[in-house]
């Protein structure tokens, strides 16, 4: 018999919201509110707010904070500077991928991770072995934040209006105070908008979400999050990104730096030199009918993600394929539970704000 | 479609399908409780004409944005006819469950089949 699942601070608040709850990775969680196509819509044109609180946390602090960080992140946590947020995965010794993560370098010791909530309690395991014996305090903080992601072209002045100062940039992390309440506001976001991110006490997560929502950001479930950021061609985990696979086939070398010596590198160095046997890249069908994650590409591969975009109209995803086809163009087919249907490999982005 | 209804000139399978008999014909598609469970329907690919539906088995999928869906038969019987008009305009099903959302239409094999399915108000009450 399963546990019963966990709730945010924010349920009542999605309740009394109209949400659809599902069970995520233990947690009970709104999938939806208005609607999904409605929800990803507002995200786009003005701005959303999406519950991400069953996210987990991890911070790592002391003299030997950077060097451990070093060893389990791929990227180079010498390039973090305080203030900044850093990508990066975390992999095992064959260089497969644990996680994806986003860290937060919030003072010259001090730094806070943050973890898919399906692998929080595996990632903290894997940080408090490898701490072992040094010089540093690996802490589990998933208790002590929750986390709200407001996105959108008009997130940034929403959430400014009730700020005591500027924003933080991009990429980039400050403590301040919204709507009174101590908060850490982050320059991140996973929908291919402009926006923030906010870590807060379970306290404080109310007065927020009221505060953004009496402003405009119109609540955002689980649904949206997934079809924003599919047409932008973000990872997640579970779906494109999964223990049997490494990093260079997802197309994420770009946030490895072997030289650092990270838990894999030796692996990931190798696969990169001879080339992936396959990549993940994006795709959209050009003729009608949705890919899912699992549907086999005819003559090898698959689909890991897929959906229909609302921006676009089509059904879009991404799936591994054999390195000689993972080319821009390349016409394949998908056997979309017995009914084979047409795709092509396209650029990522799927989806481009227009700029006009 | 923003309340429930179960009209009472149908009849309904407990998987959430509802037929509308017409001599040895009927109109096939899914109740107000199986497009709002479902969420915002955006893509039905309609089984074949002269394809074959067998009571209490599915025949087609309805698809939302975040999964797919079998439609099971009520009754069994050949595919006759089915709605094109779902294929630019699938929200009909969730709109217009019992009117433009009809999926398909079957010529009967066994008209006393309909005898196993229930009126408006048993299925409402089985909610």
Redesign the interface.
């Known amino acids: 018999m399963a546990a019963t699942p966990r709730r945010t601070p924010l349920f009542d608040r999605h309740v009394a919201a109209g949400a ?1 709850l599902v069970d995520f990775a233990g947690w009970e969680m709104p ?2 509110y208005a ?3 409605a929800e990803h819509a507002a995200v786009r044109e003005r701005a959303g707010i999406f519950d991400v609180s069953h996210m987990g946390e991890i911070e790592t602090s002391g003299p030997a904070a950077a060097a451990l960080l070093q060893e389990l992140l791929s990227n180079d946590v010498e390039q973090l500077a305080v203030g900044g947020a850093q990508y990066s995965v975390l992999c095992r010794e064959d260089g497969g991928v644990l996680d994806d993560l986003f860290t937060y370098r919030l003072a010259p010791e001090r730094y806070l991770t943050v973890t898919n909530a399906s692998n929080h309690a595996r990632d903290l395991a894997w940080f408090e072995r490898h701490a072992d014996g040094r010089d540093v305090l690996v802490e589990d903080k998933l208790e002590d934040f929750a986390m709200l992601a407001i996105q959108g072209p008009l997130a940034r002045e929403y959430v400014q209006a009730f700020s005591d100062a500027p924003l933080p940039e991009r990429f980039t992390v400050a403590t301040r105070e919204l709507a009174g309440h101590t908060a850490l506001v982050c320059g991140t976001g996973y929908t291919g908008e402009d926006g923030v991110e906010v870590l807060c006490s379970p306290e404080a997560a109310g007065a927020i979400w009221d505060e953004s929502v009496r402003r405009g950001a119109e609540p955002a479930g689980l ?1 949206a999050r ?2 924003l950021r599919l047409e932008v061609c973000y990872h997640l985990y579970g779906n494109d990104l999964m223990e049997s696979r490494g990093p260079i086939e997802a197309g994420l070398g770009w946030c490895c730096k072997e030289d650092t010596g990270f838990i894999g590198a030796d692996a990931v160095r190798a696969v990169r030199a001879a080339g992936p046997a396959e990549r993940l890249v994006p795709f959209t069908l050009t003729g ?3 890919a ?1 994650q699992g549907n086999p590409v005819v003559g090898g591969g698959e689909v890991t993600s897929g ?2 975009s ?1 921006s676009l109209g089509i059904g879009i995803g991404m799936a591994y394929l054999p390195a000689a086809r993972a080319q821009t163009g390349e016409a394949f087919e998908i056997d979309v ?1 017995g ?1 084979v249907r047409p795709a092509v490999v396209a650029d990522r982005p799927l989806y481009e704000r227009p700029t006009a | 479609m923003a309340d429930a209804s179960y009209p009472t000139d149908l009849l309904y399978h407990p998987e959430h399908d509802w037929a509308r008999i017409d001599g040895d014909v009927a109109t096939l598609g899914i109740t107000w409780f199986a497009q709002d469970a479902l ?2 329907v ?2 039905f ?1 309609p089984p074949a004409v002269g394809a074959t539906t067998t009571a209490g088995e599915s025949y087609a ?1 309805v ?4 999964a ?1 869906s079998d439609v099971i038969a009520p009754l069994s019987g050949e595919i006759v006819e089915v709605n094109a008009a779902l ?1 630019d305009g699938p929200e009909a099903i969730n709109d217009d469950p019992y009117g433009g959302g009809w999926l398909v239409k079957v010529r009967l094999t066994d008209v006393s089949e309909t005898d196993a399915l229930l009126d408006a108000a048993t299925y409402e009450a089985s909610l």
Do not use: A, M, N, Y
Request: aromatic share 4%; proline share 3%; hydrophobic share 25%.
């Open positions: 659809r999938v939806q609607g999904i196509r649904g997934d079809t009608t009918g949705i899912r959906t229909l609302p539970r009914r | 969420g915002e955006v893509f690919d999928e698809e939302s944005v975040k797919v294929g």
